[in-house]
């Protein structure tokens, strides 16, 4: 909701501008408490709660039954925590049930930060202890580079060697990329929130934008990599035309290419880079085309197989694209 402020001057050089009643209430400000403000790139200011406010730490409760749905419930404590805040008040109007406990716990577990630092009978309170502003979010961003990109070459390895063992192990990774997803998500959220984190930060909106744009696409290419070791599973691979396992092995390595040069393009601003990939991920798309035709034509899990494989590489070089334009329009407009 936009809230509208008129301009007041009071002295010779002061201005000043009142802030919302409702906000001072619900962040637990009075007269004497400190807020801060922060200039940001586009021209707006923000302001928010001084870090050394005792009750800047923003907290959630969230009401729960016995008869809720454990994904639902993983899904909206996931939900508060990539929101930015700090603390997550679970209560129940009865004992908290064993399975709501053991998903609170798995929560906990799943993503960065947040531990169980008091239990009760109807109460379970986290809290994020991790430092959101020591990891910048360019640091994560290539720490998920790095994570996908082993997945996706162990993904194609499974492929050429035929090993379930090594397509397992890719699937089972997949968990490691969200978990950093999230932690990217919530701090965005954080940097609306908090202008002292967003100093400390030292990035613009716009940057930010950017990169939480880039880590979704690489946490769907994980997705696309999982899906490609999970194809593997469909059928034996030995029993495949080896030339057609060769030419799939082709097209992974060459994805695999794109998606390091876009990433290439996004950490160095050039729009030459990132507009060399968009280029070669046409090509890369009816290459993929021309082998899922050639795949249709075996019979089967066989065909089934090679066509999954092949249509997540193919979006493999898409979600690298996408990465490759937010390059260009951070470099060219950020």
């Known amino acids: 909701m936009d809230i509208i402020r008129r301009i007041q001057k009071t002295g010779g050089s002061t201005y000043i501008v009142s802030l919302p009643k ?55 404590l996931i939900g508060i925590y990539v929101s930015g805040y700090d603390v997550i008040n679970v209560r129940s109007k009865s004992r908290i049930s064993a399975d709501n406990r053991k998903t609170i716990q798995e929560f906990a577990r799943r993503v960065i930060g947040p531990e169980i630092i008091e239990e009760g009978t109807g109460t379970i309170i986290l809290q994020d202890v991790a430092d959101h502003a020591d990891l910048s979010m360019k640091k994560v961003l290539r720490r998920m580079h790095l994570m996908v990109r082993n997945m996706l070459d162990e993904s194609i390895r499974s492929i050429e060697e035929g090993s379930t063992t090594l397509a397992t192990q890719v699937i089972e990774r997949d968990d490691d990329v969200d978990r950093l997803y999230w932690f990217v998500e919530k701090q965005h959220a954080m940097l609306g929130r908090n202008p002292s984190f967003a100093s400390r930060m030292r990035m613009s909106s716009i940057e930010a934008n950017s990169y939480l744009s880039a880590s979704k696409a690489l946490e ?3 997705d696309h990599a999982a899906r490609i070791a999970w194809s593997l599973t469909l059928t034996q691979f030995g029993k495949i035309d080896e030339m057609l396992i060769e030419k799939l092995v082709f097209l992974g390595e060459k994805s695999i290419s794109i998606l390091d040069e876009s990433i290439d ?8 880079i ?19 035709g050639e795949a249709v034509k075996k019979r089967g899990k066989v065909a089934v197989s090679l066509s999954f494989a092949a249509e997540s590489i193919e979006r493999i070089g898409g979600y690298s694209a996408d990465i490759s334009e937010i390059a260009i ?3 060219e407009g950020g």
């Open 274 to 292: 990132a507009n060399r990939c968009i280029e070669r991920t046409a090509q890369l798309r009816d290459e993929t085309n021309d082998f899922i």
């Open 220 to 222: 769907r290419i994980a």
């Open 329 to 331: 329009n951070l470099a």
């Open 265 to 272: 393009a996004l950490v160095r601003g050039s729009s030459e």
């Open 22 to 76: 409702d906000w001072i209430s619900d962040s637990g400000l009075g007269k004497g408490d400190e807020v801060i403000m922060e200039y940001d790139k586009d021209g707006s200011l923000r302001v928010g709660i001084a870090r050394t406010h005792k009750g800047s730490k923003l907290s959630k409760d969230l009401e729960i039954d016995n008869e809720i749905d454990q994904k639902l419930l993983m899904r909206k």
